[in-house]
């Protein structure tokens, strides 16, 4: 069968923990407990399959037949694409830097296609549901147009992301940013990022045309550049600004109007 068609997401947090046979009944009191899950959660992903193999060896293998799986059931063979080792490698450069500002020129150089066909290959990837591209934002589209700005890529889970991508180094905070992106989409929120002279990972525009604005910074030394990302765009945006949320390790805070949440907790509110 199809795997991926429509918009069905690896599991939330939530779940995951329901599929580990965890009930949740005071997350103070369960606090250790659930950072424990969410550890395992953070580089194992929300495929059900998966989640429930303590195997790493099996998952691993079953995480790379699907992507391949989507790769060529999805994408190649319905469109006879030729270039087949090309669309791969764009892939893997996805999965791998994901969370991070693309290049189409970069990108051009290292994949060998040309910029046109680059650009309909990602939305082939995207299509699938195997990454997705995150747009500048603008409350005016003329400027979002006109100011050209890259885009940030993300992928469907992190599990996925993991078995095919080229890691040198612990990336945890990549992940932690991967794994916000999702949850975002997963509650439809509609999102960008921001940059002036810092940088804002997520924008997300409210019904009622307010703005949350979200840094993920997976650690509890937090950088400074962090929370003067969000005070630089409180600043531009004003009024229209209704939350400036920065998800930590574990740190729980709340000062200068900027809420520190430790990431798990955020992905269990409702």
């Known amino acids: 069968g199809r795997i991926l068609t ?4 690896p599991l939330a947090f939530k779940e995951f923990l329901t599929f580990n046979k965890f009930e949740l009944k005071d ?3 369960q606090k250790q407990e659930i950072k424990h899950y ?3 959660y953070l580089n194992k992903g929300g495929f059900p399959e998966v989640v429930l193999e303590t195997d790493d060896y099996i998952n691993n293998l079953r995480l790379k037949e699907y992507y391949d799986g989507i790769l060529l059931r999805d994408i190649v063979q319905p469109r006879n694409i030729r270039e087949v080792s090309k669309i791969m490698d764009l892939s893997n450069y996805c999965m791998t830097n994901t969370s991070a500002l693309i290049s189409y020129n970069n990108i051009s150089k290292i994949t060998g296609l040309n910029i046109t066909t680059l650009k309909e290959y990602l939305l082939f990837l995207e299509s699938a549901y195997l990454i997705f ?3 500048f934002f603008s409350y005016s589209l003329k400027e979002s147009i006109a100011i050209q700005k890259p885009r940030k890529i993300y992928c469907i ?3 996925l992301r993991n078995s095919v991508s080229f890691k040198f180094s612990k990336d945890d905070g ?3 940013e991967n794994l916000t992106f999702i949850e975002l989409k997963r509650r439809n929120k509609e999102i960008y990022y921001w940059n002036g002279k810092r940088e804002v990972d997520f924008i997300i525009k409210n019904k009622d045309q307010s703005l949350t604005a979200i840094n993920v910074s997976y650690t509890n030394e937090i950088d400074e550049r962090e ?3 969000l005070e630089e765009f409180k600043a ?3 009024s229209k600004v209704k939350r400036c949320i920065l998800l930590t390790n574990s740190l729980s805070k709340k000062e200068k109007n900027i809420e520190f949440i430790p990431l798990w907790k955020y992905l269990l509110e409702d």
Do not use: E, R, T, W
């Open 157 to 159: 889970d992190n599990g």
């Open 38 to 40: 969410f550890l395992d």
């Open 227 to 229: 929370i003067k990302g």
């Open 174 to 176: 990549k992940l932690a």
């Open 133 to 135: 591209q995150l747009k």
């Open 6 to 9: 429509k918009m069905v997401f």
């Open 27 to 29: 997350i103070d009191i």
């Open 236 to 238: 531009k945006f004003k």
